[in-house]
């Protein structure tokens, strides 16, 4: 440290000059040498923009009746070259017409059901083809979202909080033989994969004693969580109203029909004669000739001053 260190008005550095110091130490602040000279690069001059107008007179040999371009496969017949456009459209129109095809299958199948119970449904003593039904639809909880882990003496323990419950119908399904395969190597190598295995299904059917346990449970029930789902319980409707289909089922157009026959049914509501004590033409008193009834404060304007 110099002399003049700890003085502010002076420099921070006041010691001895470069040139005092040894070789050594002056090579450190020695400057770099300056970059040597590069002539610039030499710029190519481009060819200017030609106008589109020159191509003209090749399009004017294209006429809209030649055939569109094929594209040629190895050893194979040429196919129709198509735009990504039309291979978006073509594709969209492949999924609608297999969801149709698949929805009119799945709504055959759910008639047959349908037919199958009201056959049965008659007959009370075929115990075997009724274990699969509720003995009354009015009193018949739906429940959907269901985990397969959840049992049934679990489901009947949270709902039993809601009423008595007679009986639980859950139907089951075949497992898929690739998630088969899976679980029998998981359980056991030796296990035979021809056998079925069946799961639960995600949703069952609760019957009640009281149908008026049923509307509490669908008040208070829906949406809360089991086995960490979220479950939803609603009535049982298929056998209650005509001609119900699943929403898996439906057309946007069956949609449409059904909020009109449920705006048709509310406008049949209105129509009906209302209870006497909710009728809008009666007589409301009016007090503003009731001289038993207290008028307004006087202003103080109004009020003498007494002397």
Do not use: W
Not at 16 to 37: D, N
Not at 158 to 183: D, F, H, S, T
Request: hydrophobic residues 25%; charged residues 25%.
């Amino acid at each position: 440290m110099g002399p003049h260190s700890g003085n502010r008005s002076r420099p921070a550095y006041s010691g001895q000059a470069r040139y005092v110091m040894p070789q050594l130490i002056r090579s450190m602040f020695k400057p770099r040498p300056a970059l040597p000279y590069i002539p610039p690069p030499r710029r190519h001059s481009l060819p200017s923009y030609t106008p589109i107008s020159l191509f003209l007179t090749h399009l004017k040999h294209s006429t809209p009746s030649n055939p569109p371009p094929t594209v040629q496969q190895d050893n194979k017949s040429t196919i129709p070259f198509e735009t990504p456009a039309q291979c978006r459209a073509k594709r969209k129109h492949i999924r609608i017409e297999s969801s149709k095809k698949r929805k009119a299958e799945q709504l055959i199948k759910f008639k047959q059901q349908m037919n199958h119970y009201n056959k049965h449904s008659q007959n009370q003593t075929e115990q075997e083809e009724h274990k699969h039904y509720t003995n009354d639809p009015h009193k018949t909880l739906f429940v959907a979202g269901l985990s397969t882990e959840t049992t049934d003496l679990k489901l009947r323990k949270e709902l039993e909080v809601y009423g008595n419950i007679i009986q639980i119908v859950r139907p089951q399904r075949a497992l898929l033989k690739c998630m088969l395969l899976e679980v029998v190597e998981c359980l056991d190598q030796n296990a035979n994969c021809s056998q079925e295995y069946f799961v639960p299904c995600s949703y069952a059917f609760v019957e009640f004693e009281d149908e008026r346990d049923v509307s509490e449970a669908c008040r208070r029930g829906n949406g809360r969580k089991l086995d960490g789902k979220f479950v939803v319980m609603d009535k049982e409707r298929a056998r209650i109203q005509d001609g119900f289909l699943p929403k898996r089922l439906l057309d946007p157009g069956c949609t449409q029909n059904l909020e009109q026959e449920r705006n048709h049914h509310h406008q049949q509501q209105q129509q009906l004669p209302r209870h006497r004590f909710h009728q809008t033409n009666r007589s409301v008193p009016d007090f503003r000739h009731d001289r038993r009834r207290p008028g307004p404060p006087h202003s103080h304007r109004f009020q003498t001053n007494k002397r």
